[in-house]
Nanobody, 121 residues
């Protein structure tokens, strides 16, 4: 099984920056795409940013130009650099990975436990 552990969340003032990290560990054969999602109270989980194994990226409209996703394939880690943070960015941020734990297994979606990001106005 693949485990994902996020870190880097916290409390920041509007206009500030945070960098989230998510490290994958456990039994890993290959990790395909990785992504960050977020969920604010009373709202549905939404895609923040997505990155393929080759480095192609997709961003949610609300974070374009402010957030940057990157990954270190050698470390099985994905990052989310968040700049010019706004109060509406407040949410629990979840790491997601599409991965195989064995060469014969199917790709599965794995999730981290989430990390809280709070942006004060």
């Amino acid at each position: 099984q693949v485990q994902l552990v996020e870190s880097g969340g916290g409390l920041v003032q509007a206009g500030g920056s945070l960098r989230l990290s998510c490290a994958a560990s456990g039994r890993i054969f290959i990790i395909n795409a990785m992504a960050w999602y977020r969920q604010a109270p009373g709202k549905q989980r939404e895609l923040v940013a997505h990155i393929t194994s080759g480095g192609s990226t997709i961003y949610g409209d609300s974070v374009k130009g402010r957030f940057t996703i990157s990954r270190d394939n050698a470390k099985n880690t994905v990052y989310l650099q968040m700049n010019i943070l706004k109060p509406e960015d407040t949410a629990v941020y979840y790491c997601n990975a599409l991965a195989q734990d064995l060469p014969t297994s199917l790709f599965k979606n794995y999730w981290g436990q989430g990390t809280q990001v709070t942006v004060s106005s």
